[in-house]
């Protein structure tokens, strides 16, 4: 659709709904809200407004967040199913503990409270297994799953600040002095990054020692460019373990969960570092570290050269802070519209900042504006030479997306068993040390340890660090395996039912070979699958008789043409790219 005035060419009112649905839920529109929007496009701001409603809206902003903060780190070794954890296999406690930051951040989205709340709630979430770990309070004879409750350590609360996942996952190593901590928050909750200022640093400064590097980042001009700020940001993560390793908790655990004083030794790194602090519940965090930052001559704790007491003050500064709301802005839009935050223009992103605060922080109102934003729709310069608009061009499916997208057509998971040698018939360890690694069902869409997430154009939260919106060779063969797969089992799951219960094949039987009655059949697949409304004898659906012709000839095999056929609807550009 042409827009002259601003010189772009933008998406139909159907295909503008098919990216905003895919943006907000993971999941393609129905033929019926096509065909309502294709008649009335006003339809599509009725439909955006329901999508946020929907249970896969939350979990869209699971899939946001898990890729901002980096959770979904499967390959990252986990906490080890001993003691209190005993009975669990590894997959459940990956999973539990990267959803406790994600479960408050998606609850106070879904259940309307202003996103604000992500850094000043006084409630976290757990379940089972984030009680068991952490020790807080949790009603084990409830159905409820996820139940809102608290953090009994002395910890501040502050929403996500106070996370136990996000903590573990960024790690405080060496002479860090909780630094990418600091610069965590910085980056993703004010979009200031200090890793992007542009500061020369002379040579001559030894950063092998400590002492050295200490005392450079408060002398050396270049270098207290950045620490001013960062540094003291840095000083309220002190009474928090720079790092929890599987290997302190197994080796603590197998201690007996008691430090030896008999030949008068001290912990290594603080008088919080016990043995029995690293057996569960874990302590992760103490009051007797909140001031080791003096030790190396550190500046006291502030926000940005304001006081702040702890990090509960420090979540309510900002939430205060006008870069929170515009750095939410760029983060939403940024996620829909698949470029970096920080690379949002200007415009759009002060729009969406304005509209944000006179909404009262509201995450769904946000999410509705970024998706009918007029730089939404952008799909190319109307003047074939001119440049791609930065926001602009296609938008490539996340593996997320793709698998809840073929889940919705199919029925099918990808699923698979890994590691059941380390496994018993119900899924328990069978190896009892700190390095058994059995994980049983996986989701081999949402797995980089055993899965395809990462090739798929996911990020693995550890080394692949930004997702690819690009057609990339591996990506394709993954999305490919899974379609195969998806299609051989919808195929056989349809033929094995009577037609008004099947899925896609409801038009034909397992000996069908009519031709009009397979192109009846591949025309309502091109309206569930891809959205078309094709005619029997058009070039779309001729196009998808030959596949499945070409196919039943080898074989003469209806089921496995229609195996073939639907592999090549799931894998259409239509699908991939939208």
């Known amino acids: 659709m042409h827009d002259p005035a601003a010189g772009v060419v933008r998406l139909l009112p159907e295909e503008h709904l098919v990216r905003a649905s895919i943006a907000l839920r993971g999941l393609r529109p129905t033929v019926a809200e096509l065909d309502a929007v294709r008649a009335d496009p006003a339809q599509l701001e009725v439909l955006v407004h329901q999508y946020v409603q929907s249970p896969e809206f939350g979990l869209t902003i699971k899939d946001m967040w898990a890729e901002v903060l980096l959770l979904r780190n499967d390959t990252f070794l986990q906490l080890p199913a001993l003691a209190e954890l005993e009975g669990y296999n590894l997959n459940q406690i990956y999973q539990s503990t990267t959803n406790e930051p994600l479960e408050l951040i998606a609850r106070i989205v879904m259940d309307d409270r202003p996103f604000t709340d992500i850094v000043t709630s006084q409630s976290m979430y757990a379940d089972d297994v984030v009680a068991k770990m952490y020790g807080v309070p949790y009603d084990f004879d409830s159905p409820e799953v996820w139940q809102e409750t608290w953090w009994r350590d002395e910890r501040p609360v502050a929403g996500i600040l106070s996370s ?237 997306q793709y698998a809840r997208i073929v889940a919705q057509l199919t029925g ?92 896609l094949l409801g038009l034909v039987e397992a000996d069908t070979t009519d031709e009009a009655a397979i192109r009846a059949q591949l025309v309502a697949l091109h309206a569930v699958v891809l959205g078309e409304r094709a005619e029997a004898a058009g070039p779309e659906v001729d196009l998808s008789y030959a596949l499945w012709a070409t196919a039943f000839a080898a074989h003469a095999d209806a089921p496995d043409a229609w195996r073939v056929a639907l592999i090549g609807l799931l894998q259409d550009p239509r699908m991939l790219f939208y």
């Open 164 to 400: 136990a996942q996000v903590w573990r996952r960024w790690e405080s190593n060496g002479s860090n002095f909780h630094r990418g901590r600091a610069n965590l928050i910085a980056r993703e909750l004010l979009c200031e990054d200090f890793d992007h200022r542009d500061i020369l640093v002379a040579g001559g400064i030894n950063i092998a020692d400590e002492a050295a590097v200490a005392y450079a980042v408060r002398t050396q001009p270049a270098c207290v460019g950045c620490h001013a700020a960062l540094d003291p940001l840095a000083g309220y993560f002190w009474g928090y373990k720079q790092l929890i390793h599987r290997n302190f908790v197994g080796q603590s655990i197998n201690a007996g969960c008691e430090w030896d004083w008999s030949n008068g030794a001290q912990p290594e790194f603080g008088p919080s570092y016990l043995y029995e602090y690293y057996c569960y519940p874990l302590q992760q965090y103490n009051v007797a570290d909140e001031f080791l930052y003096a030790q190396w001559g550190l500046p006291e704790p502030s926000y940005y050269g304001t006081p702040a007491k702890d990090l509960a003050e420090v979540g309510q500064l900002i939430a205060d802070d006008p870069r929170f709301s515009e750095c939410q802005a760029r983060q939403f839009f940024g996620y829909y519209a698949q470029i970096d935050p920080n690379l949002v223009p200007a415009d759009t992103a002060l729009a969406l900042q304005a509209d944000f605060e006179a909404s009262g922080f509201d995450a769904k109102a946000l999410a509705v504006q970024a998706v009918l934003h007029p730089s939404f729709t952008v799909l190319r310069s109307d003047d074939p030479a001119a440049p791609l608009p930065l926001h602009g061009g296609l938008h490539a499916i996340r593996p997320e």
């Open 412 to 503: 099918y998971r990808w699923w698979a068993v890994a590691d059941r040698q380390d496994c018993d018939a119900a899924g328990n360890n069978t190896v009892q040390v700190y390095g058994t690694q059995c994980w049983e069902t996986i989701d081999l869409s949402d797995s980089d340890l055993y899965g395809f997430r990462a090739m798929a154009g996911g990020v693995d939260g550890q080394v692949v660090t930004r997702p690819i919106h690009t057609a990339t060779p591996t990506k394709l063969l993954a999305l490919e395996a899974l379609a195969s797969d998806a299609a051989g089992f919808v195929v056989s799951a349809d033929f094995a039912l009577p037609p008004a219960e099947r899925r």
